[in-house]
């Protein structure tokens, strides 16, 4: 199985921040990877595919990048809206695995 | 707008058995691979179970296999989940997505809990 290792497990910043998350797979991915966000009681919500592509009506202060086995999520300006949970996500290969996510919290 | 909404989560005891459905709207359903994805309380995402559109390959995580099943019935435009042997680490809000350019989940359901206690 391809394990996928976030980091930080959270981070604290303000509104108006660069944040960077990181995702590292066991084994090479190619460009086989999502991310998503997630806030409290709700549902995740896919912000990027294969690395890099921005999913339809996410704004573009976020991106992706990478490929193979490490990979960065990016939000250029933190916005407060985006407090939140974000995981990656492997696509590769069966059984899909996630990422222990990564929490933006408020400074 | 596509709409995924599950139902049949509840309260169980060890050893029981419980079935979700996830009901598609506003999608050809019988289009998309599906699958069913986990969220045990305060902890991350955990793929549970993969089915392809035709229903002819399905993929399970270890930690269900030989316990749950996943099926559909496209003419209803339904996913499942069959959960039988349920122990208290199943509990969960379980999700199902839409697995969008085999690679990754562009629509969720809202989730249904299910919690697993004597």
């Known amino acids: 199985d391809i394990q996928m290792t976030q980091s930080p497990s959270s981070v604290s910043a303000s509104v108006g921040d660069r944040v960077t998350i990181t995702c590292r797979a066991s084994?090479?991915?190619?460009?086989?990877l999502a991310w998503y966000q997630q806030k409290p009681g709700k549902a995740p919500n896919l912000l990027i595919y294969a690395a890099s592509t921005l999913q339809s009506g996410v704004p573009s202060r976020f991106s992706g990048s990478g490929s193979g086995t490490d990979f960065t999520l990016t939000i250029s300006s933190l916005q407060p809206e985006d407090f939140a949970t974000y995981y990656c996500?492997?696509?590769?290969?069966?059984?899909?695995?996630f990422g222990g996510g990564t929490k933006v919290e408020i400074k | 707008q596509v709409q995924l909404v599950e139902s049949g989560g509840g309260l169980v005891k060890p050893g029981g058995s419980l079935r979700l459905s996830c009901a598609g709207s506003g999608l050809t359903f019988s289009d998309y691979y599906m699958s069913w994805i986990r969220q045990a309380p305060g902890k991350g995402l955990e793929w549970v179970s993969h089915i392809t559109s035709s229903g002819t390959t399905i993929y399970n995580a270890d930690s269900v296999k030989g316990r749950f099943t996943i099926s559909r019935d496209n003419a209803k435009n339904s996913l499942y989940l069959q959960m039988n042997s349920l122990r208290a680490e199943d509990t969960a809000v379980y999700y199902c997505?839409?697995?969008?350019?085999?690679?990754?989940?562009?629509?969720w359901g809202q989730g249904t809990p299910v919690t697993v206690s004597s």
């Open positions: 997505a839409r697995f969008f350019g085999l690679q990754s989940f562009d629509y």
């Open positions: 084994q090479g991915i190619s460009s086989w």
């Open positions: 996500q492997q696509a590769n290969s069966f059984p899909l695995t």
